[in-house]
């Protein structure tokens, strides 16, 4: 049950698709006080909270505080209170009892989860204005569905999207990129797409190509996906502010940029020195924004990352002058302590923050009508909507099909028009454990389709964790290796274990059938891909603890290897299950434990995969080198039945956008004795062992 709360005179944010009828005050649960307006509940002993989506720490929130306030935020240290996103929905969790909390409002909105007082929860929102909305339900799962339902159905990218990606931000030329191409090819090691960072375009200005270094983008997209390999080029926020250059005199011509306080288009700065900002809260600017993505696409360009848009600001002009008038002061004084602060401050906080968040003014749609907003007011909503102009406009450009969209920014809608990435996490083994504890959070509040920088962004990766982090990789829907300018060289094939890299990235292919059917599922049934151990094992006190293994679908649970120098690791099981040792595309080992606790041997080159009783996980042969050369048609099964098992396989052609049918299903049956039933379009026939 859903029940709908108004606060002050909230704003429409467009992160609700069903609309609810609005229910009285006072709310049960939530004691409400104003000035500034907070909604505090109890939090019993031994009650979890699980959601707020992208941020740090751990799937149970409790024991620290949050914000939502989209930020560039490229340390992922745990004394963080918002990183990219902003995602206000969380649920709390009880034996007895659980329910859901979201909070519809685009400001600042503070979450305190047992940190000021351990016995509390209390959510604060700065505008007072806010839609809230309590939903209350059985269980995890079923909070989880009815939030889904309110809020539409998450993002459905192309199947090729689900095979491995390389990126780096250093990609310079056509060269370094056939490069890479060569790089995997050459060797037989899988790969679906190459991503472009800013380096492609001419002086960072967004729609460009830099003719120098990419004289035919056109026939390089061409000649890369001949050979199943999709060129994935960044867009960011800011449009550079240079006469002549079409994007930024169309933008000005039309009106279509984010203003001052004076009116005059804004100025701010970000990789291409001074920009102004698409109004992307505006239909119009949105939908000229969004067209333009067509430029690549003529190119043979079918997928994009959105990037910047939180929207990240190096600094404004305003303060950039300010502090430049100030700076002549601090010459040639003896700096005492609090004065040399002074100094460094005014440097330090020339962008991103609430200092120039005050600055700028949006034509917002609302009822219909435009309304100046100032954006502080509204910062959440910047990302979502660069990434729904795009997202709507490829309606019109591509009718029908599926295009690659995934965004840093984003607000609770956003995972109806695109995935999202981690963001710039490091070469960190505590950001690998980070991975999977965002794959709950994030699920939870609806995009299914993300996945971290594998190998880490920021700092020097080393082979080990490359190695760790690509066996857990593998399951993430998106999975791109990604790094950043001036660290070290993090192309798999670059390492002397390149063959254990092409051995785990065959995992990755023959386990897409499950991997495809179970997105698909969550996506078309509001479901939940990952899920920490708690949601399906209600009661089961010690799964309640587990911080570093997740379910999977509804047949799998993982439990990757996070830390240096271990060859092995500490594993709870709920229940007996089996623990399949992978190796390589249609080979491993297995091995049937009871429930409780395991340490358990995990070298380098294996990925344990634990199959719940009772279930199976349907694969491919896993040999291809790309998704479009993948058979899927004729599978075969992990599995581990102790009376009978059964499979409802989704499987479609990955580029159409013709979800319902009836024929894309198949239903796989097997018993202890070993007799498979499959009723479907698919052939699955049993591993020979
Ligand atoms: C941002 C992005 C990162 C990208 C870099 C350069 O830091 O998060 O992924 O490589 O910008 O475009």
């Known amino acids: 049950m859903i029940c709908k709360y108004r606060f002050g005179t909230p704003l429409e944010t467009g992160a609700v698709v069903a609309p609810r009828p609005e229910s009285p005050l006072p709310m049960p649960r939530f004691t409400v006080t104003e000035d500034p307006l907070t909604l505090s509940c109890p939090l019993p002993e031994g009650a979890a909270v699980y959601g707020l989506g992208e941020n740090v720490r751990g799937m149970n929130k409790r024991g620290w505080h949050y914000e939502s306030q989209c930020t560039d935020i490229p340390h992922h240290s745990e004394d963080k209170l918002s990183l990219y996103g902003a995602h206000n929905f969380f649920l709390v969790s009880t034996e007895e009892e659980v329910f859901g909390l979201f909070v519809d409002d685009p400001g600042v909105v503070h979450f305190d989860i047992g940190y000021t007082r351990s016995d509390l929860l209390s959510v604060t929102v700065k505008s007072g204005d806010a839609w809230v909305y309590l939903i209350e339900g059985e269980t995890e799962a079923d909070v989880a569905r009815q939030f889904r339902g309110l809020v539409g159905r998450s993002y459905i990218p192309p199947k090729w999207a689900f095979g491995y990606g390389q990126s780096r931000w250093g990609y310079r030329s056509e060269e370094d990129i056939r490069a890479v191409a060569e790089g995997y090819r050459s060797r037989r090691m899988a790969l679906d797409a190459i991503y472009l960072d800013i380096d492609y375009m001419e002086r960072f200005k967004d729609f460009t190509v830099n003719r120098e270094t990419f004289p035919d983008l056109k026939a390089l997209a061409a000649d890369l996906k001949r050979d199943g390999i999709h060129l994935v080029p960044i867009i960011d926020a800011g449009v550079k502010i240079e006469t002549g250059y079409d994007v930024y005199e169309q933008g000005v011509e039309q009106g279509l940029f984010c203003t001052d306080e004076r009116g005059e288009n804004f100025i701010a700065a970000v990789w291409p020195g001074q920009v102004h900002f698409p109004d992307v809260l505006n239909p119009a600017a949105r939908r000229w924004f969004g067209r333009l993505y067509g430029r690549l696409m003529e190119q043979g360009i079918e997928g994009f990352w959105n990037d910047m848009n939180e929207p990240a600001i190096f600094y404004t002009q305003k303060n950039l002058d300010a502090a430049f008038a100030r700076v002549e002061d601090f010459k040639g004084r003896n700096l005492n302590l609090h004065r040399y602060w002074e100094l460094k401050a005014l440097f330090n906080y020339l962008g991103d923050g609430p200092n120039s968040y005050h600055q700028f003014f949006h034509q917002m749609e609302q009822d219909g009508k435009l309304l100046r907003v100032r954006h502080d007011r509204v910062h959440n909503l910047y990302g979502m909507n660069m990434t729904r102009a795009a997202s709507e406009a490829f309606d019109e450009l591509a009718p029908g099909k599926r295009v690659l969209m995934f965004s840093r920014a984003s607000y609770i809608g956003a995972h109806r028009y695109g995935g999202i990435w981690q963001g710039d996490n490091k070469s960190w083994w505590s950001h690998l454990q980070m991975n999977l504890q965002m794959m709950a959070s994030l699920n939870l509040v609806g995009f299914l389709y993300t996945g971290a920088d594998l190998g880490g962004f920021g700092c020097d990766t080393t082979e080990d964790l490359l190695l760790r982090w690509i066996a857990f990789g ?216």
């Not at 271990?566 to 390589?584: D, F, N, Q, S």
């Not at 080979?587 to 409780?596: K, Q, R």
């Not at 102790?642 to 956008?657: F, I, M, N, P």
């Open 474 to 689: 593998i399951f993430t829907p998106l999975m791109r290796n990604h790094c950043a300018l001036g660290t070290r060289e993090q192309e798999l094939y670059r390492y002397p274990r390149w063959e254990t890299f092409r051995d785990l990235l065959s995992l990755r292919y023959m386990l897409l059938p499950y991997l495809y059917s179970e997105y698909m599922k969550a996506a078309l049934t509001d479901g939940l891909m990952f899920r920490p151990l708690a949601f399906d094992y209600r009661g089961d006190a010690r799964a309640r603890e587990v911080e570093d293994q997740i379910l999977l679908g509804e047949s799998a649970m993982l439990a990757p290897v996070c830390q240096q120098n271990a060859t092995g690791r500490h594993v709870y099981l709920p229940e007996e299950m089996k623990l399949i040792r992978l190796r390589r595309a249609g080979e491993w080992t297995e091995e049937i434990l009871p429930a409780g606790d395991h340490y358990i041997p995990v070298a380098l080159d294996e990925v344990p995969l634990f199959l719940r009783p009772d279930r199976l996980v349907p694969i491919a042969a896993g040999d291809a080198d790309c998704v479009m050369r993948e058979d899927f048609d004729h599978l075969s099964l992990l599995s581990f039945v102790r009376t009978e098992a059964e499979y409802l396989l989704y499987d479609d052609d990955g580029e159409s956008r013709d979800y319902n049918q009836q024929s894309h299903y198949t239903a796989i049956r097997l018993n202890a004795g070993g007799a498979l039933t499959v009723a479907g379009s698919q052939t699955v026939t049993l591993p020979e062992r």
